[in-house]
C-alpha cells in the first residue's frame, strides 16, 4: 500500500500565502509515480482538478489558480507542495493529494486524506 500524507492547510486571511505538502509513503520501492496534483472540494460542490504536475514536470492549473499557485515536486522525496498565494475566499475547501502510479505494469492511483483550507475575507 501506499500512503499520501498531506501537511500545510490551515486559516489565513485573504490575500495571504500557505503551502502544502504531500509526502507518498509505504511500500513505494517497486511503484513509479507519474503524475501527481491537488484536488480541491468545497461544501456542496463537486471535486476539481487545481493543479498537476509530471514526473518530469510538466505542469497544469486550473484556470481559477494560475498566477496565484505553483505546484512542485521533489521526485527524490517522494513530495509534491502546491504554493498557494493572493489567497481568495472563494479558495476555501478541502484539498486532496493524487498520485498516478504504475506498480508491476499495472496502473493505480491514491489519495491523501485531505487537508483543509480556509481563507476569511
Known amino acids: 500500500q501506499v500512503q499520501l500524507v498531506e501537511s500545510g492547510g490551515g486559516l489565513v486571511q485573504a490575500g495571504g500565502a500557505l503551502r502544502l505538502s504531500c509526502a507518498a509513503s509505504?511500500?513505494?520501492?517497486?511503484?513509479?509515480?507519474?503524475?501527481m496534483g491537488w484536488y480541491r472540494q468545497a461544501a456542496g460542490k463537486q471535486r476539481e482538478l487545481v493543479a498537476a504536475?509530471?514526473?518530469?514536470?510538466?505542469?497544469n492549473y486550473a484556470d481559477s489558480v494560475k498566477g496565484r499557485f505553483t505546484i512542485s515536486r521533489d521526485n527524490a522525496k517522494n513530495t509534491v507542495y502546491l504554493q498557494m498565494n493572493s489567497l481568495k475566499p472563494e479558495d476555501t475547501a478541502v484539498y486532496y493529494c493524487?498520485?498516478?502510479?504504475?506498480?508491476?505494469?499495472?496502473?493505480?492511483?491514491?489519495w491523501g486524506q485531505g487537508t483543509q483550507v480556509t481563507v476569511s475575507s
Open positions: 509505504g511500500m513505494i520501492s517497486n511503484i513509479d509515480i507519474n503524475t
Open positions: 493524487h498520485a498516478d502510479v504504475v506498480r508491476w505494469g499495472r496502473a493505480g492511483d491514491y
Open positions: 504536475i509530471t514526473s518530469r514536470g510538466t505542469t
